[in-house]
């Protein structure tokens, strides 16, 4: 069992930035592939970026890649988004989460999930 729990997210203004934080427990980070992805009103989950356990490569949607960065933190066993730039099409609730059995970008794929945090941005 894992567990995440994702904090860090708030109100900002357009250009502003934010990093968002996703603490695990029950499994390290250093040994899972990691998601984060985000909902908009009214608009299916979709992937934003992700950090592969084995050597941490990592993906990136088309509209967040230059201004997103995904890292993780091994000690702390926590998983990080970077989001710089923001604009107010990023306002979603963003959802990390763990252990894709498929694709990385497939949210269907990912066994474990966060509550969520939610990210408005005004223009």
């Known amino acids: 069992q894992v567990q995440l729990v994702e904090s860090g997210g708030g109100l900002v203004q357009a250009g502003d930035s934010l990093r968002l934080s996703c603490a695990a427990s029950g499994r390290t980070v250093s040994s899972s592939t990691m998601g984060w992805f985000r909902q908009a009103p009214r608009k299916e989950r979709e992937f934003v970026a992700g950090?592969?356990?084995?050597?941490?490569?990592?993906y990136y949607a088309d509209s967040v890649k230059g201004r997103f960065t995904i890292s993780r933190d091994n000690p702390r066993n926590t998983v990080y988004l970077q989001m710089n730039s923001l604009e107010p099409e990023d306002t979603a609730i963003y959802y990390c989460?763990?252990?894709?059995?498929?694709?990385?970008?497939?949210?269907?794929?990912?066994?474990?999930w966060g509550q969520g945090t939610q990210v408005t941005v005004s223009s």
């Open positions: 989460a763990a252990l894709p059995a498929g694709s990385i970008s497939s949210a269907r794929a990912y066994m474990y």
């Open positions: 950090i592969r356990w084995s050597d941490s490569y990592t």
